[in-house]
């Protein structure tokens, strides 16, 4: 087991205690907000040679987001590591009860390679912040983030109880034999499914934050252009590599119609007329992804867009039309810059089909109408919602984010991120005194303690007259 | 009976109907298992009774009152707990609606344990109703006489096809693991708790496990003895030994081991009288299996009273251990029984090492009349949850978490806690498709501009308060302003 020594040399740190004092945490977030200010341009500089990324999204989606959650967590640490007083019922009246605030104690986050980042940095917070040791484990798919990660990040964090791990598939497999406290899985289903089977063995406990085809309904009544550029926006940010990017459109024909030119100026407007000229637009992050998204290039009929290169990786902000369900760009999740359109004739079947298939991470609605956004809100299920825009739910830090089904279990950001990595520990502190109120519960026993039990316990069901 | 993927099928249909969404339909399902609970009062405190040689008054209060609770407190609370909860905005989402919506998981699977075999079926089958979702119940089949009640009542009351009962042992319970649940919940062992979570891994089915472990009881030689050892003595023999959070094992400190033992004796006396085996308040163990791991674990062991067992009974006396070594057999796995071993340490200091080195228990029980004591044994520990000064009683509040940590389980429940457990919390942002003024500084082409501008939206620096309030919706409104006329 090569992890073996490390992963003892956290436990030995846990156990000492080091990580609980909240002077530590903070501390250790503040090296955070020096690394993210004193390494900006190493970050931009790496994201850039990895995948293309455009200064603008890497500063906005790589910095800027993670600022955002430190500066929350700063601010809301102390209140967020009290203990929590509870509401008693008669027969604890005079004790205290609370849920304290435990931390799990050594504890693995696995980062994906879309936002290498930012989606290791954002767990991370959360784990500190909570009190834990923290193995963090980059994505080698995105090599030079994956080398700041390891060279730079342990320079600003205390050694004895935070590592990071570089390591391919086989070696993570590896990893993976350890036992965590918790376990922070940011990635696809599949693999997803072999990080929960690993921890089972163990009893460790699991968030994992997957992805799926997240469906746009777009209905009749909208303002088309608006429209467009959001779903746009959405759709190409980082070349469509987001697991909350809207991943098809649903719409009538006649709206097609509409959307098509309104689409096409909305990319001319972000990227110019040759995107691939455009300091604004990325890159696939691997020639893996490269040629598995070019592939699906050959469902439907491409209106917009279709160019690729292979030498830059380079894909072209793209829309199809003309699919059907079983197409294989309706199959698996794009995770492309690649927009597909499928026609619905109303909202009904708009639902019907987004029911028909597995829970996504985000559902997109567009309508003026608001009973319209409501009605695929209430009869879908799915992560989060966003009505009339796309990807602006996971910047508000007090909206949970996660899954369900295929999707993910478990939610973060924020608040929730700490919740993520704590023991919520419920504790009772009773006196030695008033022993005689136990009397009733111990045996013998006969009507008549029933009757004392029963009248201290039961709750009665709120009527008009609450003074009672 | 019928085939274990036709009934998971059927709920699902049925919930997919969308009939079990509304609160009415909620309430009207929970009213029902009131009545059920109410009406067959008689047979539930029977079929405990046969189980478990439990007298009808300690079944009604450590089973039938909860659940009575529960139902109540589900029923009062339901619409407050299923209601939209609005969040706080920031500067960029100030004019949208931001709120998290409870909403039902699906199909759901409640696996029961059996020794406390109604309400440990019952109490989240309440929450994973109130939830709005349909849920399959597996009482435990070693509990068989509750099994076959559970099985007869449930569709008698409740809707058959949303509910749906599977009893059986290991086979329909493998054959219900392969199905896929939008969450699964079981309460029982470890071992088995690692194969409920691998199964529900091929699905990526979330999972609560309410695991067990050995609960550790610290006492402080600072402490009413008499006292700490009648509330020891009725959290540990109830239910003869048979409780997830009974104080499994003793530590104390040398000095005091005999007069422990003392006080044990003397409230076993009180409590059952000179003859155990013919107090009606004594239960049984549940099968010949666990009679004999139990009596097993005496091997090699200091009997400072107790010891008596008679097999064709499943009858174990309340037995009492002293100078237990920390390495024997007795001290491996959770007793599960009515044998106490006292352990003996010279510190607290060593009785929170000696408690860190092993896996964490469900519960952590400490006696002693100085309050800093008993707050650094919790801080300087991990586990499920605590009671200082008593023990067991941390489950009866249900405004607390109730669930283990590490070994001894993840997730809780109780209370609102089981409706959290069986809600899927879905994130809301609608915003406004005018307005699009403010988008624009998030639109390609980039600039330093744009991305110093976007910082100043997205990031708090304001501190809570109107004076913070008033400032920022000026902000907003110049921020708006002046978007428009450089962007727009």
């Not at chain 1, 691997?286 to 292979?310: C, H, M, N, P, Y």
């Not at chain 2, 300087?380 to 023990?391: A, C, F, K, Q, R």
Request: aromatic content about 8%; glycine content about 8%.
């Amino acid at each position: 087991n090569p992890y073996a020594g490390l992963v003892s040399h956290l436990r030995a740190a846990w156990l000492s205690g080091k990580t609980r004092p909240m002077e530590h945490r903070v501390a250790q977030l503040e090296a955070l907000g020096r690394f993210l200010d004193e390494k900006k341009e190493e970050i931009l500089e790496a994201t850039a040679l990895d995948m293309g990324k455009p200064p603008f999204e890497a500063e906005f989606s790589e910095v800027v987001l993670c600022k955002n959650e430190l500066h929350d967590t700063l601010n809301n640490l102390s209140q967020w590591m009290k203990d929590k007083h509870v509401e008693r019922n008669l027969v604890t009246q005079l004790d205290s009860a609370f849920i304290r605030k435990d931390p799990y104690g050594v504890v693995l986050i696995i980062a994906p390679w879309n936002y290498p980042v930012s989606l290791l940095l954002q767990p991370l917070i959360g784990a500190i912040a909570a009190g834990n040791c923290v193995v963090v484990k980059p994505s080698e798919i995105t090599k030079n983030t994956e080398r700041l990660m390891a060279e730079v990040l342990p320079g600003y964090l205390d050694k004895d109880c935070f590592a990071v791990v570089t390591a391919g598939v086989q070696e993570t497999t590896r990893l993976l034999e350890n036992k965590f406290d918790y376990i922070f899985f940011t990635g696809t289903a599949s693999v997803g499914r072999i990080v929960m089977t690993a921890a089972a063995k163990h009893l460790t406990p699991v968030t994992l934050e997957l992805g799926g085809k997240n469906p746009c309904y777009v209905s009749d009544t909208c303002d088309v252009q608006n429209v467009a550029r959001r779903v746009a926006w959405g759709r190409f940010f980082n070349a469509g590599q987001t697991c909350v990017a809207p991943e098809y459109v649903l719409c009538s024909a006649e709206m097609q119609e509409k959307l098509l030119p309104a689409l096409r100026t909305a990319i001319t407007e972000f990227y110019g007329p040759n995107p691939q000229e455009s300091p604004d637009f990325a890159r696939m992050a691997g020639d893996k992804q490269f040629q598995r998204v070019q592939a699906l290039l050959r469902s439907g009929r491409v209106v917009i867009g279709g160019q690729t290169d292979e030498k830059e990786r380079y894909i072209a902000p793209t829309v199809l039309v003309d699919l059907q369900p079983s197409d294989p760009v309706m199959q698996e999740e794009i995770f492309g810059p690649i927009l597909p359109i499928v026609i619905v004739a109303n909202v009904d079947e708009a639902i019907d089909f987004i029911n028909s298939r597995e829970r996504p991470l985000v559902v997109y609605a567009f309508s003026s109408d608001a009973k319209v956004v409501n009605q695929v809100l209430e009869r879908t299920s799915s992560g989060g919602f966003c009505g009339n825009d796309t990807l602006m739910h996971v910047t508000l830090t007090s909206l949970p984010f996660g899954g369900i089904g295929d999707s993910g279990l478990g939610k973060y950001h924020g608040s929730f991120t700490f919740d993520t990595f704590t023991h919520r520990r419920g504790c009772l502190h009773r006196s030695m005194g008033r022993e005689v109120f136990n009397t009733p519960r111990y045996p013998p026993y006969n009507r008549q303690k029933l009757g004392i039990i029963r009248a201290a316990a039961e709750v009665k069901r709120k009527g008009p007259c609450t003074l009672l | 009976m019928e085939k274990v993927p036709q009934i998971v099928g059927r709920a699902r249909a049925a919930f997919n109907s969308g009939r079990c969404r509304s609160l009415e339909f909620r309430m009207q399902q929970l009213k029902a298992m009131e009545r059920m609970v109410r009406e067959k009062e008689k047979e539930i405190l029977a079929a405990i009774n046969a189980d478990l040689h439990k007298s009808g008054v300690n079944a009604y209060s450590h089973e039938v009152l909860t659940v009575l609770r529960e139902l109540a407190m589900a029923m009062d609370e339901l619409p407050s707990w299923a209601a939209p909860r609005p969040v706080q905005r920031n500067l960029l989402t100030m004019r949208d609606e931001a709120y998290v919506c409870p909403e039902p998981l699906g199909v759901v699977l409640v696996i029961g344990a059996w020794n406390y075999p109604f309400v440990l079926v019952m109490q989240p089958l309440i929450g994973a109703i109130a939830a709005g979702n349909a849920v399959v119940v597996k009482p435990s089949e070693l509990s068989e006489n509750m099994a076959q009640l559970v099985a007869d009542l449930l569709p008698q009351y409740l809707d058959r096809e949303l509910y749906p009962v599977v009893t059986g042992g290991v086979p329909e319970t493998t054959e219900l693991l392969k199905q896929r649940f939008d969450h699964i919940l079981y309460t029982g062992n470890s071992a088995v708790g690692k194969i409920v979570m691998a199964a529900a891994a091929k699905h990526l089915t979330p999972v609560t496990l309410e695991l067990g472990g050995k609960s550790p009881c610290y006492i402080d030689k600072d402490c009413d003895l008499a006292v700490a050892c009648r509330r020891i003595t009725w959290g540990k023999y109830m239910n003869c030994g048979q409780t997830c959070i009974a104080p499994d094992y003793i530590l104390c400190d040398p000095s005091i081991q005999s007069k422990v033992v003392e006080n044990i004796k003397a409230t076993l006396q009180e409590f059952y009288g000179e003859d155990v085996k013919s107090s009606p308040d004594y239960e049984r163990i549940i099968n010949k299996r666990h009679f004999k791991r139990i009596l097993g674990l005496l091997e090699g062991q200091k009997i400072a009273y107790g010891g008596e067992s008679d097999e064709a009974s499943c009858f174990i006396a309340p037995t009492v251990l002293t100078d237990v070594s920390p390495e024997s057999k007795v001290m491996e796995e959770e007793i599960f029984g009515p044998i106490l071993p006292i352990l003996t340490v010279k510190s607290v200091d060593e009785a929170i090492e000696f408690i860190n080195h092993r896996e964490k228990p469900l519960a952590l029980y400490v006696f002693s009349n100085n309050k800093k004591l008993i707050k650094r044994v919790i801080s300087e520990t991990s586990s499920g949850g605590v009671t200082g000064n008593d023990v067991i009683m941390h489950f009866s509040l249900s405004t607390l978490p109730f669930g283990g940590v590490g070994n001894s389980g993840m997730g809780a429940y109780h209370g609102k806690h089981t409706f959290e457990t069986f809600s899927h919390h879905r994130s809301c942002l609608i915003k406004d498709l005018k307005m699009e003024g403010a988008n624009k500084l998030r639109y390609p082409p980039g600039s330093q501009k744009k991305v110093d501008w976007v910082e100043f939206f997205l990031l708090k620096r304001f501190n809570k308060g109107l004076v913070g309030l008033l400032i920022l919706a000026l902000l907003g409104i110049v921020a708006a302003v002046v978007t428009k006329v450089s962007f727009g």
